[in-house]
């Protein structure tokens, strides 16, 4: 399993090859639904679901956007079905995160307009390594006595006692990136691909859930933007990627001397 390459074969497959317990982070979005046709290849959720539980290190996480398509009239709720299966097959949902696009809306004529992904965060066993981005502005910076509410509805003081808090506390987990034409990338190549994610996005992640010298992988790498962000963050990268076009695009991506 040598890090810092791009792996062109079906996912599964190709992690089949892989040592148990050898990946700490995996950062990825498979397709949603029928929105895009990648080709005409196909995504075999359940061996890929399996070999992730396999690969991952006790500890490590798995970081799953994804999206529903609207079938008439009705989300499909496929991504609430991944992230049930992945619980079946001994996966946490250690956290439901939101992906909100600012500036950017998929439009409806019959509902209110959807502007976010889920990114669930999937752990085996309890997560070993978090790293909080700390950049949540604290509207209040201190504060005198406080309530807390028990079980049964009373309230009762909650004894913080005038806590001084720091201008800046730990981020909430709905996260919000603007998407589009040099916003979620300034690599041109990049928009080749027919659905890609902010590079950010996945920087945000590989920092929190990973140390440096990490292996990160992303089995469905697409464009290769995980890989990119994990290079940059000093993390070893793993991408596998089944079509060679678009493996054409993650190497070119890759090479480029300056990558922000």
């Avoid at 209110?112 to 949540?136: A, C, W």
Wanted: hydrophobic share 35%; charged share 25%.
């Amino acid at each position: 399993m040598k890090p810092n390459q791009v792996i062109c074969g079906e996912a599964s497959e190709v992690m089949a090859g892989f040592p148990a317990d050898s990946i700490p982070l995996t950062v990825t979005s498979p397709p949603y639904d029928d929105l895009r046709s990648y080709q005409g290849y196909t995504f075999d959720f359940e061996a890929i679901a399996q070999q992730l539980w396999r690969v991952t290190k006790p500890g490590g996480v798995v970081v799953w956007v994804v999206g529903d398509e609207t079938k008439n009239g009705s989300e499909t709720g496929e991504s609430f079905r991944q992230a049930l299966r992945f619980m079946e097959i001994g996966f946490s949902l250690f956290d439901t995160m939101i992906y909100q696009k600012s500036g950017f809306a998929y439009p409806s004529n019959d509902k209110y307009h959807q502007v976010f992904e889920y990114m669930f965060i999937l752990s085996k066993g309890p997560v070993k390594t978090f790293n909080p981005i700390i950049d949540h502005e604290n509207i209040t910076v201190k504060r005198g006595g406080g309530k807390a509410r028990d079980k049964d509805g009373t309230m009762r003081d909650g004894g913080n006692g005038g806590l001084k808090l720091e201008k800046y506390g730990k981020r909430w987990n709905v996260w919000y990136y603007s998407v589009g034409g040099n916003k979620t990338t300034k690599d041109k190549i990049a928009f080749q691909h027919p659905a890609i994610f902010p590079e950010q996005l996945a920087a945000d992640h590989i920092r929190s859930w990973s140390n440096e010298g990490d292996v990160v992988l992303d089995p469905m790498c697409g464009s290769g933007t995980t890989l990119k962000a994990a290079r940059i963050l000093g993390r070893k990268y793993i991408g596998i990627e089944i079509s060679p076009e678009y493996c054409k695009i993650i190497n070119e991506r890759l090479s480029q001397q300056t990558l922000f």
